[in-house]
């Protein structure tokens, strides 16, 4: 049964940073793409960031760029995003989710490529 679950969310200030994580069973992770994405409320899903199976290329959003990364490690199975400066306009629900078979990622992630989408992790900034 093909699985996700995230995890790591919390509350934080705004300036610091937090670690989420996506824990995938019933597949094997490293053959697929995988996506980030986020929904606060009143707005729509959006993607944050994504990183290919294959050849590695990551992208980012332009909300994301230069204080988030995302990152593998395949031997546990996991793919991380390394959220750094939040601010306050980040806080929503973070959910991650594998890219179709054959999927190949590019600019902007798009939520219509990714499916099996996990219960999603809290992400609450505040001072």
């Known amino acids: 049964q093909v699985q996700l679950v995230e995890s790591g969310g919390g509350l934080v200030q705004p300036g610091g940073s937090l670690r989420l994580s996506c824990a995938a069973s019933g597949f094997t992770l490293d053959y697929y793409a995988i996506g980030w994405f986020r929904q606060a409320p009143g707005k729509e899903r959006e993607g944050v960031s994504c990183i290919s199976s294959a050849d590695g290329s990551i992208h980012y959003a332009d909300s994301a760029q230069g204080r988030f990364t995302i990152s593998r490690d395949n031997a546990k199975n996991t793919v991380y995003l390394q959220m750094n400066s939040l601010k306050p306009e980040d806080p929503a629900i973070y959910y991650c989710?594998?890219?179709?078979?054959?999927?190949?990622?590019?600019?902007?992630?798009?939520?219509?490529?990714?499916?099996?989408w996990g219960q999603g992790t809290q992400v609450t900034v505040s001072s």
């Open positions: 989710a594998p890219g179709f078979m054959g999927l190949k990622v590019r600019r902007p992630c798009r939520e219509e490529e990714y499916d099996y």
